[in-house]
């Protein structure tokens, strides 16, 4: 699978998508604060930076195979 196909980038699209939604849900548990009391900003950079990283690593992977 090469990295200019539709099929590579819905891979990579799906599993940042389950990294963003794993690490949003670790950043909730770490605090367990009220629902208000959550900085939002904070753990939506920290997850759109675990996918970002998800999406990077998909390409490193996929370019050195």
Known sequence: MKIFTLEFWR??????????AQAAIASLGVGSAG???I??????SLA????????????????KA
């Open 35 to 37: 629902l208000f009391a």
């Open 39 to 44: 900085d939002y900003l904070g753990l939506l």
């Open 11 to 20: 891979y990579a699209g799906e599993r940042a998508i389950k990294t963003f």
């Open 48 to 63: 759109g930076g675990a996918a970002l990283l998800s999406i990077l690593t998909s390409i490193v992977a996929k370019s």
